[in-house]
């Protein structure tokens, strides 16, 4: 049995995993007390970017999963206005803070990201063209899930400046750990449907244990 080739859709969500992992490299080894550090007076520290690309997260996923349901009102203006009661009756709604040390903080971010992929990961090629509007007007779906990776990107350079910033610039190791964990995405969005899957485990299981053993280092 040939594996089953990814559509589109699962394409563009492994580049938004790939940028899921390096954010999560990026911030391999920090301390509880790294994540409220400002960089400078008025500027975010590291639990506020966080929090922001976690309530983006949500806001993207739901803009895209509100223009699939049946029930959304083709009056756009009418669509606008029902958008915040549906979003929180849906569970699109982010809480307003991620408290908590450096592992919930992590959690938390993984959760959403994994329902992204679960949620999403059924989009047919044809769906990719359907109309979504956000408040920056309509745009296709195929828009909207490329925004998942690309706000990822933006705000991973954000918080690498501000780690800069606060003296917790990488170390070698957490480098090393950021490359790992980075290598590690492409493996675990390969397909389960053929063959290879025992073998795509094991690496990426592999990958993991290296990451986490020179992240204690």
Not at 81 to 108: C, F, M, N, Q
Not at 117 to 137: C, I, N, S
Not at 157 to 175: H, M, S, V
Request: glycine fraction near 8%.
């Amino acid at each position: 049995m040939r594996p089953v080739p990814p559509t589109q859709a699962q394409r563009i969500l492994g580049q938004y995993h790939y940028a899921y992992r390096d954010l999560t490299g990026a911030v391999a080894g920090l301390r509880d007390d790294d994540l409220d550090r400002a960089p400078a007076e008025g500027e975010w520290p590291v639990r506020e970017v966080i929090l922001h690309m976690f309530g983006a997260d949500h806001g993207f996923l739901g803009t895209v999963q509100y223009a699939r349901d049946p029930d959304r009102p083709a009056d756009e203006e009418e669509a606008g206005d029902r958008w915040p009661t549906w979003r929180k009756e849906h569970g699109y709604a982010a809480p307003g803070s991620l408290p908590g040390g450096i592992a919930d903080v992590r959690t938390a971010i993984f959760e959403i990201h994994r329902r992204v992929l679960r949620e999403l990961g059924d989009l047919r090629d044809v769906d990719l063209e359907r109309p979504a509007g956000f408040w920056d007007g309509v745009k296709p779906i195929r828009f909207r899930l490329h925004r998942f990776e690309a706000h990822y990107v933006q705000h991973t350079i954000q918080i690498d400046k501000t780690l800069e910033a606060i003296g917790r610039a990488p170390t070698e190791a957490r480098r090393l750990v950021r490359v790992l964990y980075r290598d590690l995405a492409a493996v675990e969005m390969l397909s389960s449907d053929g063959f290879g899957q025992r073998e795509r485990d094991e690496v990426a299981k592999t990958i993991g244990d290296r990451a986490a053993e020179i992240n204690r280092t």
